[in-house]
């Protein structure tokens, strides 16, 4: 069996704002899947712990400013099994990003 991969954020990505937009790659069988947040690569503290059907899910209030996080996905089959975890990836969140005039750049997500 072939996993997919994690697209965003990317392993060691440093981000500048705290709506975060994961995504990884669809898994044949799946219905849907169960993605984990946490502070620490052990997630033995979830900050999230959802189940969605979508291949995208953007936080927009959990995540905070000048941390570091990890996600993981699996798969969710349809008789209520899990798949392995597919990976886990780390990244941090620094401080908001500020262009030469003094204003916030943004980056817009549509779900």
């Not at 052990?42 to 189940?51: A, H, K, M, R, T």
């Not at 969605?52 to 941390?67: A, C, F, Q, T, V």
């Not at 008789?79 to 204003?103: M, R, V, Y």
Request: hydrophobic fraction near 40%; aromatic fraction near 16%; proline fraction near 3%.
């Amino acid at each position: 069996m072939t996993f997919a991969n994690l697209i965003s954020p990317s392993e060691g990505e440093e981000l500048n704002y705290i709506h975060v937009l994961f995504e990884w790659e669809q898994e044949a069988d799946a219905i849907s899947y169960n993605l984990q947040i946490s502070d620490s690569d052990s997630f033995d503290d979830l900050i999230i712990d959802i189940n969605i059907p979508d291949l995208i899910y953007i936080d927009r209030d959990n995540l905070e400013w000048e941390n570091n996080y990890c996600f993981r996905i699996r798969s969710i089959f349809n008789d209520e099994t899990f798949s392995q975890w597919i990976h886990s990836s780390c990244f941090s969140i620094a401080n908001p990003k500020f262009n030469t005039l003094g204003s916030f750049e943004v980056e817009l997500y549509s779900e």
